[in-house]
T-cell receptor, first 115, second 116 residues
Framework: AQSVTQPDIHITVSEGASLELRCNYS??????LFWYVQSPGQGLQLLLK??????LVQGIKGFEAEFKRSQSSFNLRKPSVHWSDAAEYFCAVGARDNQGGKLIFGQGTELSVKP | EPEVTQTPSHQVTQMGQEVILRCVPISNHLYFYWYRQILGQKVEFLVSFYNNEISEKSEIFDDQFSVERPDGSNFTLKIRSTKLEDSAMYFC??????????????FGAGSRLTVL
């Protein structure tokens, strides 16, 4: 069955510390891969995406993610977290033959940032 | 930056009542979607809509649900007779389908539905 797993429900990091949010997927073929962020009262904002090519992708707000086919993973990283990064982060996958429109989401990781 | 607009932001309704959630997708987008998130659970796909018809729907999207694009700008989700388990945040999304960002969904801020 197709699924996305974000093993960490809640993570707390100190401001200025590095961050890695984990995402693993189970899918028949390499899907399109996405990370979205949701701040309170806001919609789901795209951070970055992987379709093909370089497996290290850069996104907005200083985030990056690395696609590892052998591990079926697409972990999100940021070298230095800011207090404004506190939000919920969702990993999602979409089928290439569906052009990525129908997404399967992970359960989300809530990030708290300590001053 | 263009955005997807959803109304209302929060609606409270009695069980059995009809609810219409409204969305204004980005104007040049061709593909439209509804997703929902029950509190504490994953965001789930409900339905996709293209060229004035449903292109795909999930098993959640039963006969109680319908979608419509009545006037070329709005995209609505109707729940005919709401149940307690319909309480959720409903997200509308759209994507261009061609050109830059063809396969990237832009989501609205969501409509929270509470069924009492």
């Amino acid at each position: 069955a197709q699924s996305v797993t974000q093993p960490d429900i809640h993570i707390t990091v100190s401001e200025g510390a590095s961050l890695e949010l984990r995402c693993n997927y189970s899918y028949g073929a390499t899907p399109y891969l996405f990370w979205y962020v949701q701040s309170p009262g806001q919609g789901l904002q795209l951070l970055l995406k992987y379709f093909s090519g370089d497996t290290l992708v850069q996104g907005i707000k200083g985030f990056e993610a690395e696609f590892k086919r052998s591990q079926s993973s697409f972990n999100l990283r940021k070298p230095s977290v800011h207090w404004s990064d506190a939000a919920e982060y969702f990993c999602a996958v979409g089928a290439r033959d569906n052009q990525g429109g129908k997404l399967i989401f992970g359960q989300g990781t809530e990030l708290s940032v300590k001053p | 930056e263009p955005e997807v607009t959803q109304t209302p932001s929060h609606q409270v309704t009695q069980m059995g009542q009809e609810v219409i959630l409204r969305c204004v997708p980005i104007s040049n987008h061709l593909y439209f979607y509804w997703y929902r998130q029950i509190l504490g659970q994953k965001v789930e796909f409900l339905v996709s809509f293209y060229n004035n018809e449903i292109s795909e729907k999930s098993e959640i999207f039963d006969d109680q649900f319908s979608v419509e694009r009545p006037d070329g700008s709005n995209f609505t989700l109707k729940i005919r007779s709401t149940k307690l388990e319909d309480s959720a945040m409903y997200f509308c999304a759209s994507r261009p389908g061609q050109g830059t960002g063809a396969n990237v969904l832009t989501f609205g801020a969501g409509s929270r539905l509470t069924v009492l």
